[in-house]
Structure formats: C-alpha cells, structure tokens
C-alpha cells in the first residue's frame, strides 16, 4: 500500500496514561486514504485506548491526532469526520433495521426522501435489501453486524473505527463477516482502523498491522513483513507458533553467500540474506516457523541442516498434524500438512527435522522497542 503521500490520518507522539499506568507511550503512525490498518497486540496493550482516542471517545495527555491535514485531537467525537463500530454494535433495539441505518442522517435533518435514498443504497451494500423493516431482536448476530456497519457508513465518514467488532460471532460467521467487511471496505475506498487480539484475523483483513505491546509500537508492516520478517523476539513469538533457536555465527563465505552458525544441534548453513550486518562471533536467534520444517523418517537421506529426533506427541486437526519433536534436550515443534498424503509419524517414532536455509535470523535478546 502507498503510504507516501499524504496521509489520511496521522497520529503524532500520542501519550495516555490512566492514574498512574502509561498505557500509550509515544504513539506515531500514519494511515493512507483507502488503507485498512488493524491495530492489534496482547490485551493491555493500548490498542482499545488508542482506537478510542482517534475517535474522540478518550482524551489523549499529549501528542496530535491529524485527520486530512486537520488536528482533531481535541474534538468531541460528534465534531470529528470519523465513525465508530463498537463491539456491541449499539443498535436500537425499538428501530426497525432501516431506521437504525438512517438515524444519523435523521440528526443531521436530512430530507425524508433523502434519508430514504440514502438507506436504501446501505441496505443494498449490506446485502440486507430485504430486511429494512425488521426490527434488531428479529435478525441474527451476522445481520446485526452489517446494519452497526451501515449506520456507521451512512454519513460518509473519512474514518471509520471499527472496535473488535467480530468477537461476539461464531467461529465461522467471524471468517465469513470478515471477508464482508474487507469486500465493503475495498468496494467505497474508505480509510479504516480495525482492532482485534486475533493475530490471525488481523493477518487476513489487513493491508497492514500496527503491533502494539506495553503501550508501545513493535512493528508497522503488511502481513507478509509481519510474519517473514518479524522486527523482534515479541512479534515473532506473537505472530502464529514459532521455533527459537539460539546461535553463534561462526563463518561467512560471501563466495557461496551462506553464513553458518553454530547452535546447540551442531552446524547450521543459513542464506547471507537473512543476516543483517551480522559479523563472526555475534549472537543471533533463529525464528524457525513450524511450517516450514521439513520431516522424514529416520532412514531417510541425511542433508545439511538436517537433525535426528523422535515424536514426543502429535495433534491431529484435519487439514494438518501438529508434531512436537525431542532433539537431545529440547522441542521442536513441526507442522505437516495435507496428513492425509504425507506420512503419519506416531508418537515414539525416530524422525529427521530440516532447517531451511531461509530462516529469519534477529540478533539476540533483541529488545523489544519503538519502532
């Protein structure tokens, strides 16, 4: 996503403390017109606080909150061209569907006709043509989802907040309702924040993910830069499960463009690439994701980066087989999926586990700090 030019919404050097707990501790950001940005991290970390601050739901200590080149950070929420989707969607419960959608426009004394006009195109957006005239206790927790969002939309804001708005759907109503919103939002081009504590959520509704922990950024990126290039020991471990290893370079041969590094399993020969400014003799953490661990019998061919170990306790889940793995004194977790083609290791089984030479690779005991 172009973020150069300039930004739909920029968020300055935001502090926010509640007694004498610093929940947000120097918050920078900037949010492109059309860009869906999730806010998300562990609970506790500011991303409710944050989002509510954009919206004017809480005041911020210090620092600015600039929306299209203007400072709102000290507007009420009705003042500011933003709106907000709460995670109990705060329906009327005595309004029909059509009439939750119009009363925004209602308070801002739009024509009848208008109204009428306006709330037709939502419902239409929605995919709720039908049900305008339905009150809230007579539509499914799906529906009452799209019509918070078509009232939210319903007074084209330049912002729209969308606050955890999934965690009270089912499992499979949550994958279907976000695929809803990322189709609404790519089809009018609105600028949106989503939060969530669901890393996996987050990765698949978004353009990119601001991560917070302890009130502070870890990382600003896509999915794919979140997941294969993890800036930390937080984000890697917060991202999906995740191997760690620790190391030691030992030797770097620009000729063949491989790095080896010494580990508790022996000798391990990495891609130069995954190493940045790395010298002979650092310290460095392996983030070996499940995934990516090839696994064979014990009989099999031995190749470099290749270890012995035995199956120590397996998880079926049907599109895949979770392994946890004992070398010598340690775990290794492997993920295999496709089971119903692959081979099936029961527990106590001698197996070989691969490194891939494309491992990411952070120096160790990164900090966890502002990025």
Request: aromatic share 8%.
């Amino acid at each position: 996503m172009e973020t150069q030019k300039t930004p739909m919404l920029e968020l300055i050097d935001i502090y926010k403390s509640f007694g004498d707990v610093e929940v947000l501790k120097g918050i920078s950001a900037k949010i492109a017109k059309g860009e869906l940005l999730t806010f998300v991290g562990p609970s506790g970390c500011g991303k409710t606080t944050l989002l509510r601050i954009v919206g004017g739901f809480a005041a911020l200590d210090s620092g600015q909150v600039i929306l299209d080149g203007e400072d709102i950070g000290k507007l009420p929420p009705n003042m500011r061209d933003t709106k907000m989707v709460f995670q109990s969607y705060a329906l009327f419960p005595h309004m029909t569907v059509a009439k939750n959608i119009g009363f925004g426009l209602k308070l801002q004394k739009w024509p009848k006709k208008k109204i009428e006009e306006r709330v037709g195109e939502l419902l239409s957006l929605v995919h709720m043509d039908e049900l305008g005239d339905r009150t809230i206790d007579r539509i499914s927790g799906g529906q009452q989802q799209r019509v918070a969002l078509a009232r939210a939309l319903a007074i084209e804001p330049k912002v729209l907040l969308l606050d955890e708005p999934l965690s009270n759907l089912d499992a499979n109503l949550r994958v279907v309702m976000r695929e809803e919103i990322r189709n609404i939002q790519e089809r009018i081009g609105i600028t949106t924040i989503f939060v969530t504590h669901d890393q996996y959520e987050a990765m698949s509704i978004s353009d990119r993910l601001l991560v917070l922990h302890n009130g502070i950024i870890q990382q600003i990126g896509t999915p794919v830069d979140i997941y294969e290039q993890p800036a930390n020991e937080f984000i890697a471990g917060f991202v999906g499960y995740v191997n760690f290893l620790e190391g030691k370079v030992t030797a770097i041969a620009d000729e063949t463009r491989t790095v080896t590094v010494f580990t508790a399993y022996g000798n391990l020969e990495l891609n130069h690439s995954q190493f940045d400014k790395s010298e002979k003799g650092d310290e460095v953490l392996l983030v070996i994701r499940p995934e990516t661990i090839p696994l064979s019998r014990s009989d099999g061919p031995t190749q470099q980066n290749t270890f012995n170990g035995i199956i120590e306790s397996f998880m079926y889940a049907g599109n895949f087989v979770k392994y946890t793995i004992k070398i010598e004194d340690k775990e290794m977790i492997v993920d295999q999926y496709n089971p119903k083609d692959t081979v099936k290791f029961e527990r106590g089984d001698q197996v070989k586990i691969t490194v891939p030479r494309s491992t990411h690779v952070l120096p160790k005991n990164t900090a966890i700090e502002h990025v």
